[in-house]
Structures are given as C-alpha cells and as structure tokens.
C-alpha cells in the first residue's frame, strides 16, 4: 500500500460528460503528479501541484484543469470527454520538492468514455 | 522522436533466466535514472534509482546508465515468476521539472 488514495477506482461515462477524479497523497506529501496512461501512449505527465501552487505543467488538454487544495488533497477534473479520454489516470505523491525522488502512485482511476 | 525511448516486449522467459530491458533517451542533459515496476492493476512503484553512468546493484536488480549513449537497462538476475510485470524507465529533467516515462516493457517469467 503505497499511501496514496485515489477515487473512484472505475468510472464509466458518456462522451461530452464531466467527471472529477480525486486523489488524497501520503501523509506529509506536499507534491502531487497526475499522469494518464493508455495503451498506445504509456505513462503521460499532466500536472504537478506543489502545496496548492501548480509547479509544472505536462500534456494536459485545455478540456482537462486540476487544483491542490488547503488539505492537500487535489482533483483532477476532465470535461467534454471524448472516447479518446479513456485511460487509466494514476495519482502520485512525493516528499521532494524539487520533483526529484522517489513518487508513490495510487492505483488509479480507469475512466471509460463511451 | 520520443523524449524517452523503451523496448516494447513483451518479453517472455523461463524462470531463472537473466533479463535485460533497455531504454535510450534523447536530451543529454537528463539527469537522474530511475526503474519503476507495475504489477497488473496496480500503481508503479520504484524499484532502482540513479543518477550517475556506470552500474548500480539491488539484490537480483543491476541498474546501469551510459551517459555517453544515453541508454539505460535493467538487468534481473535469476529471474522469477513475481518478476512478472510491466518496467517502465522514468528520467527526470531537471530544466522541466518533470519525470518522462518509458512506454514500459511487459515481462512475463513462466515456471
């Protein structure tokens, strides 16, 4: 169990539907990554928050916006989904703040868009 | 070009068997090296890090960078059927701030 608690674990959606995804980090994290991972294109970097502040920004589409909040748990949320979005969507945290060092990943949310 | 270049597999061996799994890169200035493993539904989780060229040993596990090549493997020693999972290289980059992932190597080890 690596700490990390991602919700829900399967969602299952229509396209142009909204859904929000959520992830609590390990205790004492202040960094939190999400990543996508599909078949075709493996383990994407979306964004990164650092104690509420976005740090580093990936391939995130402009559909897709997440935040850290005060507790520091965050929410990804992805709107006018295409059939595209389906994938796994992973969560991680880490102590580092510099984004070197070891992330722990939750065992993520997998969102089918049908 | 990818930032980050894996083998794709998958990759089938009989236990005991010694496994190699490569990744190139492109950006010289990448700096740490890592190895993450990802059992079937489940999240990755690291295995090896390292920073500098040469080889680095844990347990079965050997970690080796070429900075020269840019290309980095893992090796397992005496390979077992727990082994079994998908490998993913991961390289930081420090000037984005962001750990790039290899698309990940299926290994499967059969008794």
């Known amino acids: 169990d690596s700490g990390v608690t991602q919700t829900p674990k399967h969602l299952i959606t229509a396209t142009g539907q909204r859904v929000t995804l959520r992830c609590s980090p390990r205790s004492g994290d202040l960094s939190v990554y999400w990543y996508q991972q599909s078949l075709d294109q493996g383990l994407q970097f979306l964004i990164q928050y650092y104690n509420g502040e976005e740090r580093a920004k990936g391939n995130i589409l402009e559909r897709f916006s997440a935040q850290q909040f005060p507790d520091l748990h965050s929410e990804l949320n992805l709107s006018s989904l295409e059939l595209g979005d389906s994938a796994l969507y992973f969560c991680?945290?880490?102590?580092?703040?510099?984004?070197?060092?070891?992330?722990?990943f939750g065992e993520g949310s997998r969102l089918t868009v049908l | 070009q990818k930032e980050v270049e894996q083998d794709p597999g998958p990759l089938s061996v009989p236990e005991g068997a010694i496994v190699s799994l490569n990744c190139t890169y492109s950006n010289s200035a990448f700096q740490y090296f890592m190895w993450y493993r990802q059992y079937s539904r489940k999240g990755p989780e690291l295995l090896m890090y390292?920073?500098?060229?040469g080889n680095k040993e844990d347990g079965r596990f050997t970690a080796q960078v070429d900075k020269s090549s840019k290309y980095i493997s893992l090796f397992i020693r005496d390979s077992q059927p727990s082994d079994s999972a998908t490998y993913l290289c991961?390289?930081?980059?420090?000037?984005?701030?962001?750990?790039?992932f290899g698309a990940g190597t299926r290994l499967a080890v059969h008794p």
């Open positions: 390292t920073y500098s060229s």
């Open positions: 991961a390289i930081f980059s420090g000037g984005y701030n962001k750990l790039i």
């Open positions: 991680a945290s880490s102590a580092s703040t510099t984004g070197v060092g070891e992330l722990f």
